[in-house]
């Protein structure tokens, strides 16, 4: 699943003792696997191989330049939400062609800039935008390659908060309005709307909801094409599961036994936009352990890291394999899993130094004995970790190590606190 595992009583990173890069670096700190990022690239692009279709790496979930040069190196696409990322991926020197551009409030400027690049596809959320993008690309005498993102109604069975495909939603055009966006901007001269796009959550752990997006996306270019709209590509998004606990994720040669036969001769370039598959796994978030105390009944162990670091269990309650770097007694998890409870451990929280009761990695963990010093991993952590970071309560953001086999590269250095305050100094 990842190449992050215990060797010799001590976790390492492919070929690379964590202890040794955690010293080396600094605590809290992100640890990726170059060969994971590899590997889960490799899964997808192979699974969905009979369909050549287009990866487009969400940027969104890890955003590092030397992660984004390694997806790069692989042919991967890109997926981007924001001129600051569409400038990320310009740096690492992506052909402009390969980026597909999503988000429902594309500035004038990210327009703008979009089109000064020329990109290959802007995924369109609404009719305002689709004027505002053809109004500006007349103005570059270019003609801009459009999807239209479609909304199909769809539950995910996921987060409220990451459930993207439903009606209520702000993402996409609803099925019964995209035909007649066709009628009114088809014949525009500035935009070329030959595409659907939809992304309907993440993590979407179940195939059916992709499957009923996908039908229902297919049923209206059929409908489009009987009045005259060649659509020529289809982009199904991202969403693909992670293994956070156990193996509940399904594959990505589940995912696309079922998503394959429905695109298959259907004459279409197909894009995939996935991020968290490739990532979450690829990624653990090292901390080290300052304090312990206990509240009554509750034990604390307080690490260095916090919801600054990675905000997914305060956002959305979600769970994370945590356990010591090198174990005391040399106790290895035999599974990363949400039940594990291992002779010698005790129960705790995980939390942060941050002031909200929110800041909490994990609760109710069996965890082995920590003392103060030792180091905490939190697993699966490569995804909406780091780019979700912030600096609340003034804390520097982590660096970033990528290990290659023997090798561990500092990619991103740690912030000082001349950079929280570099930009507001007033001489
Ligand atoms: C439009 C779009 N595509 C792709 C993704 C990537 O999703 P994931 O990282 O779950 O694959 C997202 C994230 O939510 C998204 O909004």
Redesign the pocket.
């Known amino acids: 699943m990842d190449d992050f595992s215990y060797i010799n009583g001590s976790l390492h990173c492919e070929s690379v003792n964590v202890q040794t890069i955690a010293r080396k670096f600094g605590t809290p700190l992100f640890v990726y696997s170059r060969q994971t990022i590899i590997d889960h690239y490799r899964k997808i692009a192979e699974a969905f191989g009979p369909l050549d279709p287009r990866i487009c790496y969400?940027v969104?979930?890890c955003s590092n330049l030397n992660i984004l040069a390694v997806l790069k190196e692989m042919g991967a696409s890109f997926?981007v939400?924001s001129g600051g990322e569409l400038a990320r991926v310009l740096e690492v020197g992506v052909d402009p062609k390969r980026i597909v551009y999503?988000g429902v409030s594309k500035t004038d400027r990210e327009i703008n800039a979009a089109l000064d690049a020329g990109i290959g596809w802007f995924?369109v959320e609404s009719e305002q935008e689709l004027e505002t993008l053809a109004n500006l690309a007349a103005k570059h005498n270019t003609v801009a390659q459009v999807a239209l993102r479609v909304n199909p109604d769809v539950d995910p069975q996921t987060h409220r908060h990451?459930t993207?495909g439903k009606r209520e939603t702000k993402f996409g055009v609803d099925l019964q309005r995209a035909a007649n966006v066709f009628e009114e901007f088809a014949k525009n001269p500035a935009i070329k709307l030959a595409g659907l796009?939809v992304?309907i959550?993440?993590?979407v752990n179940r195939i059916e909801p992709f499957v009923e997006s996908i039908k229902k996306t297919l049923g209206l270019i059929v409908q489009l094409s009987k009045s005259g709209h060649a659509i020529t590509s289809i982009n199904i998004?991202?969403?693909?599961g992670a293994h956070y606990s156990g193996e509940e994720a399904p594959t990505a040669a589940d995912y696309a036994t079922h998503i394959v036969p429905l695109l298959q001769d259907k004459n279409l370039t197909v894009m995939l936009?996935?991020?968290?598959?490739i990532?979450a796994n690829a990624g653990v978030l090292i901390a080290e352990t300052i304090f312990k105390k206990s509240s009554g009944d509750k034990k604390f162990v307080i690490v260095d890291a916090a919801m600054t670091d990675l905000i997914r269990p305060a956002l959305y309650d979600a769970f994370h394999f945590a356990w010591p770097v090198a174990p005391a007694g040399g106790m290895i998890p035999p599974r990363r899993s949400q039940e594990l409870k291992l002779e010698g451990t005790e129960l705790v929280d995980i939390v942060g130094p941050v002031c909200e009761t929110g800041d909490f990695l994990a609760k109710d963990r069996w965890l082995p004995p920590m003392s103060r010093g030792d180091l905490l991993c939190i697993f699966s952590a490569g995804?909406?970790g780091f780019s979700m970071s912030s600096q609340y309560n003034s804390r520097p953001r982590a660096a970033e190590v990528l290990v290659h086999g023997h090798e561990a590269k500092l990619i991103r250095k740690r912030e000082t606190y001349e950079d929280l305050v570099a930009l507001e100094r007033q001489k």
């Open positions: 969400s969104k979930s997926d939400v999503a995924n990451t993207t796009h992304h959550g993440s993590p998004g991202g969403g693909y936009e996935p991020g968290r598959s990532m995804a909406y």
